[in-house]
């Protein structure tokens, strides 16, 4: 984790700086999406301790993204919350860790009305742990994302996408965090 910590900084920094040098003076775009899914949360803190750390809930994202002219590059500002999934059981006590953050993300991505995308990016977290409802753990701090995905265009206004996006994050006392969202989402163009 630590070593793409130290990579992933200066990579998405450099691919930023590159993508705008290369696009300036086309024609560019924004949209908006929602995206509603499922988010498995795994939770190597309660795994370690004997339960399963392992859980899912409804999670969602909201984005806004810029498109770079006709490139095959763009970039997204989302907020994303992944529920608040059970993550240990025991004696009718319940366990959850609540992730939620904002993130920023480039993309690559293919060309036309259909396109399929890959996403790389950071991820603010916060983080909250409870048992049975009291709160007993917060942290927060940076992970990362890494996605992939298709959307389709269907009017100049309208389109929907599929995506898999997988979360990488570390808390103070390195116990990690992995979360897979695989959600379905409304684009709209302006």
């Known amino acids: 984790m630590k070593i793409l910590k130290y990579f992933a900084i200066p990579a998405l920094l450099t691919l930023s700086f590159y993508t705008q040098a290369e696009i300036i003076g086309n024609e560019s775009s924004m949209y908006v999406s929602i995206d509603v899914g499922t988010a498995e949360t795994k939770d ?3 795994k370690d301790n004997g339960f399963s750390g392992k859980g899912d809930d409804t999670g969602y994202k909201a984005a806004f ?7 095959t590059f763009a970039m997204e500002g989302y907020y994303a919350n992944f529920g608040e999934p059970v993550v240990a059981e025991s004696g009718g006590s319940t366990a959850t ?3 939620s953050g904002f993130g920023f993300d480039l993309i690559a ?11 790389l990016g950071l991820f603010l977290f916060d983080l ?11 942290d927060n701090g940076l992970g990362y994302k890494l996605g992939i995905g298709a959307s389709y265009r269907f009017t100049e206004l309208f ?3 599929a995506s898999y996006d997988y979360y990488a ?5 390195d116990d990690s ?9 409304a684009m709209f163009h302006f």
């Open 44 to 46: 190597s803190f309660w």
């Open 65 to 71: 993204g810029y498109v770079f002219g006709d490139s």
């Open 97 to 99: 860790t609540e992730i």
């Open 109 to 119: 991505r293919s060309q036309g009305d259909f396109q399929i995308f890959g996403s």
């Open 128 to 138: 909250d742990q409870k048992a049975d409802g009291i709160s007993f753990y917060d």
């Open 159 to 161: 389109g929907m996408r």
């Open 169 to 173: 994050i570390e808390d103070e006392f």
């Open 177 to 185: 965090y992995d979360v897979g969202m695989l959600s379905l989402g």
